[in-house]
T-cell receptor, first 111, second 109 residues
Framework: DVKVTQSSRYLVKRTGEKVFLECVQD?????MFWYRQDPGLGLRLIYF???????EKGDIPEGYSVSREKKERFSLILESASTNQTSMYLC??????????FGSGTRLTVV | DAKTTQPNSMESNEEEPVHLPCNHS???????IHWYRQLPSQGPEYVIH???SNVNNRMASLAIAEDRKSSTLILHRATLRDAAVYYC??????????FGTGTSLTVIP
């Protein structure tokens, strides 16, 4: 089975800190994605990547950046964390639309 | 990308069939219809997908209207483990999904 591993299950950071959320997949998938999930708003796409060093903006990229230096790793970066970025962050990878596999999520709290 | 409309929530009794509807009236002719579900405290997982014909797999069936403007996910015998949020997602260009808020299914013992 494909595994998508997110580095932390729970994270607490201070306002203004630079935050790195790491995601690693083990099945050589081309596509990787970062979503955030908030009550009443569903899952919203932040950024995605089709290949190494390639990135595309999703619906809500403001305040975030990403890095994909290796095929298996896709990092989400909060340059200066703010309280409105408190959320559940979900990483996914896929070969195709049918094959989306999600990680277990990182619940980030910014205080 | 096509917009979708799903009920916010539905309830079903255990071991009864459940029909989860989705309207996607702006779907294009080449868009597949995908269904994912999200169990509590987990990321979403694939359920089923189809283009025009009805589809069956071990988890569920997908009934697609002839005009493709709506579809229905059918769970033949709901179990407590089927309590989840169900997302209907028409695919657009590219390989990225835009999830909505889905339907929260409660299964009553």
């Amino acid at each position: 089975d494909v595994k998508v591993t997110q580095s932390s299950r729970y994270l607490v950071k201070r306002t203004g800190e630079k935050v790195f959320l790491e995601c690693v997949q083990d099945m050589d998938h081309e596509n990787m994605f970062w979503y955030r999930q908030d009550p009443g708003l569903g899952l919203r796409l932040i950024y995605f990547s089709y290949d190494v060093k390639m990135k595309e903006k999703g619906d809500i990229p403001e305040g975030y950046s990403v890095s994909r230096e290796k095929k298996e790793r896709f990092s989400l970066i909060l340059e200066s964390a703010s309280t409105n970025q408190t959320s559940m962050y979900l990483c996914a990878s896929s070969l195709s639309l049918r094959g989306y596999t999600f990680g277990s999520g990182t619940r980030l709290t910014v205080v | 990308d096509a917009k979708t409309t799903q009920p916010n929530s539905m309830e079903s009794n255990e071991e009864e069939p459940v029909h989860l509807p989705c309207n996607h009236s702006t779907i294009s002719g080449t868009d597949y219809i995908h269904w994912y579900r999200q169990l509590p405290s987990q990321g979403p997982e694939y359920v089923i997908h189809g283009l025009t014909s009805n589809v069956n797999n071990r988890m569920a069936s997908l009934a697609i209207a002839e005009d493709r403007k709506s579809s229905t996910l059918i769970l033949h015998r709901a179990t407590l483990r089927d309590a989840a949020v169900y997302y209907c997602i028409p695919s657009g260009t590219g390989n990225q999904f835009y999830f909505g808020t889905g339907t929260s299914l409660t299964v009553i013992p």
